[in-house]
């Protein structure tokens, strides 16, 4: 289906970016079953060649293999490669979108342009940012990379960071739980309200 399609739908893709201990599983899963000026929130599942019971992070895993199998199908509407692993965002957005949903991604600051390309006017991008000791933290927490690769992870999101707050709406997630998602939840409140002004 093609974006204009999806556009006359009501449908937004809300495209969530931001380091590894940002927090935006956790704000994904706090919103999920809301609803928003009539709209449901949909959280787009992701695959990933990751065993499932990972800490910190909400996935289907595929082996390498049957990820590969699903991408040559045409059954990810969006995937790319980070962090030695392969990550895919399935069709089912594209159908939840055409019914009017406003559909939530956990993905890729680098593949931005990947899901532009493929939506166009729908994307919101909206950057999670996380003070450095806060994500330093958190991901000692999950206990998956070593503390050199934790502050080598953490110096790359500070530069990449700085790149990116002054061009997309920002969400800081130093805080409790609970404000995050308040602030998250503001933001499609109000790109809902602004395009039903746009549109009348």
Known sequence: MTAAKQQDSGGRLFYLMGPSGAGKDSLLDACRGRRV???RLRI???YI???EDS???????LTPEAFRQYRDSGRFALHWQANGQHYGIGTEVDQWLADGDVVLVNGSRARLDQA???YADLVVPVLICVDPENQ???LLNRGRETPAEIDARIERSRRLQSDMEDRFITIRNDGTLAYATHQLLAVI???LSDRVLVSG
Do not use: F, S, Y
């Open 44 to 46: 787009a599942p992701r």
């Open 49 to 51: 060649t990751r065993q």
């Open 37 to 39: 000026a009539g709209h």
């Open 116 to 118: 532009l390309e493929r």
């Open 136 to 138: 330093r933290q958190r």
């Open 55 to 61: 800490v910190g992070e909400d996935h289907i895993a």
């Open 189 to 191: 409140n109000n790109q």
